[in-house]
């Protein structure tokens, strides 16, 4: 007769730091959450209101991600007005607009489909079967989940980076003063996300 494995084994974070520390992290990206404990019972109110937040996510990811999208099409499929301000015609410039567009794209189709199965199961499956699952599917469960956010955060990056290269590229002194400004926002609010998400929760 088959055993079902043990919680610790499955929706429960890893005993090592170093894979605790890599399963909160795809927690966060993948339910917006530190931890799968709102797994343990899936019949509450709580476990409901969780469900529409993550529909009301996916939703805005595949909105952002078809901005993004149409972007980088702007981009891969117009000559520059002003090409001495922003050459975004030039080499890397354009490739990094490729590998803009090739996420965003897959961003869309992952999360209409996350969006669609997610939202279906959950209304007419009892989700109960979460918390039985083994250790590998509850990842491969939330590298799904997790999909859409990542090739979305690789086109923005890869977006900024080509407006960057475009800009930088210009020779025109504002165009970098500017360029620089806008550079050093953006990193200063990656490292602000990563120490909000190192203290917030923290005992």
Known sequence: MPINPSPETGYQAPNSPILRLAFKILCV???????????EDTKK???????SIMVNRFQ???ITAGLVLATATLFLSSVPPIEHLMAYNFSISYIFAMV???AALLSVISGSAVLVIYETSTAHKDMETLKRMPRHQVIALLLWLAYPS???????????GSIFIACFWSGNSAVNTITALACLAFLSN?????YVFSVVGEK
Do not use: M
């Open 29 to 39: 990206i993948a339910v917006s959450r530190e931890s799968l404990d709102h797994w």
């Open 45 to 51: 109110k709580e476990w409901k209101d969780h469900v």
């Open 60 to 62: 805005n990811t595949n």
């Open 100 to 102: 803009s567009f090739g």
């Open 150 to 160: 990542v090739c979305l955060s690789i086109a923005t990056c890869c977006l900024f």
């Open 190 to 194: 990656g490292g602000l996300t990563l």
